[in-house]
Every structure is written in C-alpha cells, then in structure tokens.
C-alpha cells in the first residue's frame, strides 16, 4: 500500500499499483486520471510505498512518520456521535 500524509497525517490509502504524481501544483491520483488532490502538492505532502496500514484505517485517523502509526490525537469518530 502507498498513504499519503500531510504534516504526518495519513490523508490517502492508495494500493501499490496506484500511479500517483506529486507536481508542485497538486497530486494527480491514477493513468488515466481519476481525480486530483488540490489541495496537496510536493510542498505539503510525502507519499510513502510499502506501507502495512492498521486494519481500521480511516482518512485522519491515524498519523504515520514513515515508520509508525499512531491513531492521531485530533481524531474525532463522527459515527459514533
């Protein structure tokens, strides 16, 4: 799997085979494309590959430094409210 974090947020689960572009203006998801990110570029964002993510991921539920996962602290469940 590939996440994409923004300030160690994991943001985006992509799988391997998923072509990502990072540009200095956005990030381009798949070949052809399937959507794009706006607001992430390469100045704001690290895609890391070869990533195992927890079984309950969830965009912004977990940070990852490009070693860990740590559920984030800032994380709210709005399904459980």
């Keep these: ?3 994409l974090t923004k300030g160690n947020c994991s943001i985006y689960l992509f799988e391997d085979s ?3 572009a990072i540009t200095a203006d ?5 070949n052809p494309v ?3 990110i706006d607001d992430c570029d390469s100045s704001n ?3 890391h590959e070869g990533v195992t993510a927890p079984d309950d ?4 539920k ?3 430094d490009g070693t860990t ?3 984030n602290p800032d994380w709210v469940d709005l399904s459980a409210e």
């Design 1 to 3: 799997m590939k996440t």
């Design 18 to 20: 998923k072509v990502i």
């Design 26 to 30: 956005n990030i381009i998801v798949g």
């Design 34 to 36: 399937e959507f794009i």
């Design 45 to 47: 964002t690290v895609l």
């Design 57 to 60: 991921w969830i965009g912004h």
């Design 62 to 64: 977990y940070d990852f």
């Design 69 to 71: 996962w740590t559920q």
